[in-house]
């Protein structure tokens, strides 16, 4: 089983920065893949950013140039730092993981982002 602890999620201006971390922990290898995800009320969930293991990353074009995911494989951890934000950054943030050891994905219990204007 795994687990994911999310942080970093708060109230900011806009223009401002966050930083948000997830650590996954338990039966838990660094063979996996990370993403955050996002949800804004009455929105579905979407991709933000993902990471590989091998360190390939992508971004939904909204958060291109602001945002930049990262990771630390050593710690199984993955960070999403997030630059100029909007107030259409606000959602409820969720930290994802796809395990290779067993072919499935956890999921974080999700972090606020206020982003006031």
């Known amino acids: 089983q795994v687990q994911l602890v999310e942080s970093g999620g708060g109230l900011v201006q806009a223009g401002g920065s966050l930083r948000l971390s997830c650590a996954a922990s338990g039966t838990i290898s660094s063979s996996n893949d990370m993403a955050w995800y996002r949800q804004a009320p009455g929105k579905q969930r979407e991709l933000v950013a993902g990471i590989t293991s091998g360190g390939n990353t992508n971004y939904a074009d909204s958060v291109k140039g602001r945002f930049t995911i990262s990771r630390d494989t050593a710690k199984n951890t993955v960070y999403l730092q997030m630059n100029s934000l909007k107030p259409e950054d606000t959602a409820v943030y969720y930290c994802?993981?796809?395990?290779?050891?067993?072919?499935?994905?956890?999921w974080g219990q999700g972090t606020q982002v206020t982003v006031s204007s």
């Open positions: 994802s993981v796809y395990y290779y050891g067993d072919y499935k994905n956890y």
